[in-house]
DNA sequence: TGGCATAGACGACCTATGTCGTTTAGACAT
DNA sequence: ATGTCTAAACGACATAGGTCGTCTATGCCA
């Protein structure tokens, strides 16, 4: 039976389930989601078939745990903490999202079916607005609204704009992408109690280093 | 090799797919989707196993069929034409959304994992965001803008925010959340040229029929 | 009404999936 | 170092998934 993937003690567990999100990373610069097998995660992994199933429950929770756990580690990486509803912090999301998008779609796809990318789409959306609310959680919001309904709204608005916009052919760069979709989303934000230290937006620097 | 599902001709392929999506439907009332398999689907709409591959690639798209096809069926039978930004098509888009999403999941479900519902919450906001298209996308917005991007943050922002009030514990009543959710998204509407007839809400009627 | 195009039936085949029970070996504490 | 606990290996098995080629019969149009 899978166990949670946070914060796990024994290295062995670790060092396995690295080796499996390792092989399926490697595996999907060569072909798409859908015509890797567990059997061909496992080979690369080079770990018993039957023990990815000690790990996972499929090769969709795999993926799941994976984009979960990377874009929550970009997050972290770039120190992205939601202070309330400070512009800056949202941008910095929006960035995030935006390169992380990039990033993994560089990696081989031309995937157009099929569970793959809802899959992907719903744990980047879980993890943006785990980030919203963290900053959201305590302020006071109109009834009959709560700071999850605010958080999860702007987080699936963020995710649809950076979406649209990576989709959209001779797309804008990104440094004009994250005002113009920051426009859009503060209002939601600013449903939300008093806000942050900065009030207007002010297109704030925003050079992407990618991942 | 499957074909497309809209407008079909063909009385034949339409029985079939019917029958196909009959089935899982039933079926989804007794067990959970990852439960099923192509072979009790086929065995209760009386179709051959492999007459299934020639309609869907899998159970996945059946269901991104249905849901696709159950929640445009749905906009269809209200009349909802997003007409501009007007608030009222909005309010129509969202309360639709919450009766589509308590009819579904009324439904026998306490599906918490895996593939099934990602899904079927793409093919929803797909739906949701080509219905708001249709109303923005001949207005002027402002540089790098798109309707395109109004449209499909809108959308992704009405989901998330029905999907959140849905799964709240002792949720406030659909009458509430309509206004409230509103409220939230129609800054993002307003980003769309000028407004429709109505300008500001008012909170109008909102009858839950259900479907 | 008759002929044609083609959807669906059918059976066979192979691969992939998911599960079990047992055995092996590595991590960790004493 | 040594013993214990348990992750992982391994082999085996039953079921599900997906594909192919051929045959049948039904909808459609002339």
């Known amino acids: ?30 072909k798409s989601f859908e015509e890797i097998s567990v059997q061909d995660i496992t080979d690369v992994a080079d770990v018993n078939r039957a023990t990815f199933y000690d790990h996972y429950t499929d090769k969709f929770s795999l993926l799941d745990a994976m984009v979960a756990g990377g874009f929550h580690k970009l997050l972290a990486e ?10 800056t912090a949202a941008s910095a999301i929006i960035l995030a999202t935006c390169d992380y998008l990039t990033a993994t779609h560089s990696a081989g796809d ?10 992907m789409e719903a744990g980047i959306v879980t993890a943006i607005c785990r980030t919203i ?14 700071p999850q309904i605010i958080a999860t709204t702007a ?13 959209t052919p001779e797309r804008a760069p990104v ?12 209002p939601i934000l600013l449903t939300a109690g008093p806000t942050g230290p900065h009030d207007q937006v002010e297109t704030p620097l925003l050079a992407s280093h990618q991942a």
Do not use: H
């Not at 609310?133 to 709560?146: I, S």
């Open 110 to 119: 031309c995937t157009r079916n099929s569970a793959f990318e809802p899959l």
């Open 155 to 167: 987080g699936w608005a963020i995710y649809g704009a950076v979406k649209q916009w990576f989709y």
């Open 133 to 146: 609310l963290r900053g959201v959680e305590n302020k006071p919001v109109p009834q009959p609204l709560t």
């Open 1 to 30: 039976m899978p166990i949670s993937d946070c914060e796990v003690r024994d290295p062995r567990i670790r060092r396995t389930r690295q080796a499996l999100q390792g092989a399926l990373r490697d595996l999907m610069l060569q």
């Open 175 to 186: 440094s004009e992408a994250v005002p113009a979709i920051l426009q859009l989303v503060v």
């Open 78 to 87: 770039r120190n992205v903490l939601f202070d309330g509803t400070c512009p």
